[in-house]
């Protein structure tokens, strides 16, 4: 109840040891095994002022070659649902669904919101630098148009730093192992401050929402997020 109540007013929740240390070790060596055996992505977007500089497993990976971190995504749906008191699912897109995100030395993730309702993060390890700065429930989503040019410029707009420290209430996490950090991913915006030290931020990224949601852009933003290739779009979180 305690829980419930602190996501309902705050728009986040934070757990620390939802996994042990032994277990963050055995989910550590899984991806390690993964990383000898195949080889991931790197992403590098230049945007301002953060970019998006990262290496990912995309959920399709991690269904066919992690079950046991696949076993999670749906164990944390349950807390979910538990905590934001609705039947939430994962992604219909399984590349979108559960990720893990490895970010190097000098790695950074930029601002943005997620495109899904409840975003789950939890933190395997950790680094020096890393942290994750969020303002939740800090959106203002436009109804209807949330993937238009004028929601664009005000999701710009509330981006600038001078905005978000007037408007937003500021809060700043280091990673650490076996913390969870659920949050409104639409609604919560949110970056990662560069890793400065040589060891791997590594964290799983589980996304959820309800059975009806639909999202106007997937693919130009599934390549922009989870390949190296190019894309045209300035921003492909927006229409053009
Ligand atoms: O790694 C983090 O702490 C945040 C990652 C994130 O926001 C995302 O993958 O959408
Ligand atoms: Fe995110």
Not at 15 to 27: G, I, K, Y
Not at 52 to 59: A, F, Q
Not at 109 to 116: E, F, L, P, S, V
Request: charged share 20%.
């Amino acid at each position: 109840m305690e829980s419930q109540e602190q996501f309902k007013t705050k728009g986040y929740f934070l757990r620390e040891n939802f996994l042990s240390q032994q277990e963050c070790e055995h989910f550590l060596e899984l991806i390690k095994e993964y990383r000898q055996q195949f080889s991931i992505p790197k992403i590098y977007r230049q945007v301002k002022p953060i970019p998006l500089s990262y290496s990912v497993i995309s959920g399709k990976a991690v269904q066919s070659h992690l079950p046991e971190i696949q076993k999670l995504y749906e164990t944390i749906n349950q807390q979910i649902n538990n905590l934001t008191n609705q039947q939430l699912f994962p992604l219909k897109n399984i590349e979108v669904g559960c990720n893990v995100n490895i970010t190097g030395k000098g790695g950074t993730y930029r601002w943005h919101y997620d495109r899904n309702a409840v975003t789950a993060l939890l933190y395997l390890n950790e680094v020096d630098g890393g942290e994750i700065e969020f303002y939740p429930n800090y959106r203002i989503v436009l109804p209807n148009a949330k993937f238009s040019r004028f929601q664009s410029f005000l999701d710009r707009l509330l981006q600038l730093s001078l905005v978000r420290h007037a408007c937003g209430q500021r809060i700043v996490v280091k990673p650490q192992p076996g913390l969870l950090l659920i949050m409104h991913g639409n609604k919560c915006l949110h970056s990662v401050g560069p890793v400065t030290q040589g060891c791997d931020r590594i964290n799983i990224v589980m996304a959820y929402d309800l059975p009806n949601s639909n999202f106007a852009i997937e693919d130009q933003l599934n390549t922009y997020l989870y390949s190296s290739e190019n894309v045209s779009a300035l921003d492909p979180n927006y229409l053009p």
